[in-house]
């Protein structure tokens, strides 16, 4: 099945805004069930945990870098428009975990403040890379053609991408 540009874009907006709803929804359940109580400790499992959500941000900086640039050589605007969805929803998703991970250590374990700073920074970052037309056009470097393309109204992008 084939997309247009409205209804891919439409499809990429929902998921990346219902990933960050979850997070807000897990953090609010969290909250209402088991309370906090949050202190400022700075023990060595925080740190842990921190350093392990910094190196995993970090990844998904980079893959996301990398994976942008490697779509530069892909000729169709379809196959284009589609890895750069698995590319988004799989970047989104390695913000989505550790700041997951931090939640439950938080509200489960050891309560530190710190450990809301992933989820924060998660969520920031989510919001910031919403995809709207110009921020597509501008990340993967569409020419003239290819950007009066994503006005027409005949579908050209397929539903799920080749590579995985």
Known sequence: MLLTFPQFLTQLRIISTSLIIGLLMMTFIFYFLGGARPHYNFD????????????????GFMLRNRKLSELDIIDDLGEKLAEYRATHIMTIALFEGPALMCLVIFFAITQSWLLLLPPLISMYVQFKW????????????????ERSRLGSTSPFIPNASRSS
């Open 44 to 59: 060595i499992f925080t740190v842990i945990i921190l350093c392990f959500a910094i190196v995993v941000f970090y990844l």
């Open 130 to 145: 919403l995809p709207t037309q110009d921020s597509i056009e501008q990340q993967l470097n569409l020419n003239s053609q």
